[in-house]
């Protein structure tokens, strides 16, 4: 079944946002906490996963897990089928909305083949604090580098 919300479509017979798992903590990142930009954020978010690649449509893809940390975005999920990485210095801001399409709030990544709009499934801000955090660790890197470099 196809539902036209927007000019968005979604081939899925249903969307829904179940609560899931979200949390910023420095304390349950391992060896990442040690980081430089740990202090920042650690984010990792049970996410409901849809992908566009062709600008017509979106298309809902399944379940997964994105990381948020020092090193950028790791979304992982759809039985084992998606990994995509972005690193942090790819982009200092994040694209984001709340109540998008009126489906939920959304983080998106990706490059220029194929966007991730992934949908936190849990309650709470956890949208405007990644997209905070991304801009923060982007300054952290950019610093980095330039201390680095002289």
């Known amino acids: 079944m196809r539902t036209l919300i927007g000019r968005v479509i979604m081939k899925s017979p249903s969307f829904p946002l179940f609560l899931g798992l979200s949390f910023i903590t420095r304390s349950f990142g391992g060896n990442e906490a040690n980081a430089p930009a740990a202090n920042v954020s650690i984010i990792k978010l049970t996410q409901s996963i849809c992908v566009m690649v062709n600008f017509r449509q979106i298309c809902r893809v399944g379940e997964g ?86």
């Open 65 to 150: 897990r994105l990381r948020h940390d020092a090193n950028g975005f790791r979304l992982t999920g759809c039985g084992g089928k998606l990994d995509f990485t972005q690193k942090t210095e790819t982009s200092y801001s994040l694209y984001a909305d709340y109540f998008w399409y009126e489906l939920g709030d959304m983080i998106c990544i990706g490059d220029r083949d194929v966007l991730y709009y992934c949908f936190p499934q849990g309650k709470g801000d956890v949208v405007a604090k990644t997209r905070l955090a991304a801009e923060e660790l982007y300054k952290l890197k950019r610093a980095e580098r330039a201390a680095k470099n002289g």
